[in-house]
């Protein structure tokens, strides 16, 4: 008898934990619908893609919006991103426009303001819309410039970040290009560089650095990348 009684109430203890599990799960989907943002946060972004490319973007430091458009097509695309930035009433506060061009089988950096709320106010939804606008026609052949990219951190945990670049195309009067550091699918650094005057087979370098948010330890990376991403001849 004693045996069959412990039994049972070591199954009433289980169903009584399972009940529990299960009302405390339920608790937490309720709460997290009913959770306010005080600041813009990556759940918060949503992606309407016309296109074929591939979509990546996060908030950066709190206050940047980064889009990163990765291309396989054979041609070089105009690209119009639309972002909207709305409070947690829906109501929009900002909207913000960005034109530029991914050239074939390369990627591109859209960089957007994250704009400052009200005391009063919550973080809404952010809508970014992107659409292709024909194609653009390339006076160079931006395949044609090749770089090797290195990445070191110092003593002072600073990542510095070089590329060796060549153009093995016709000369360029003017060439624009980022480096962008990943840490898995999050970007978690942006820096813009440009060359001018640059002739045929000339090697030419850029360098930037990269420090965590708050400057006193290392940045948490997995790479770093350069893409060029304008060229003029």
Known sequence: MKKEKIKDNTIIICLIIIICLLLLLISLVLIKGKVKYKYYDDDLISVNNSTNFKVQTNILDNNTLILLLTSNNDKTSNINVDVDFANEKGKKIDTQTVNGQVYAKNSSIFVFQVPNLKKDEYAGKIKINIKKDGEYKNEIDI????????????????????????NNDEPISYLGGDFVVFKGNDIVGVSSFSQENIQKNEMFEATSTFVSTDGTEKLDYDNAKVFITYIQK
């Open 143 to 166: 395949s044609k410039i090749k770089c090797t990219i290195n990445d070191k951190v110092d003593g002072e945990n600073v990542l510095s970040v070089n590329a060796k670049c060549t």
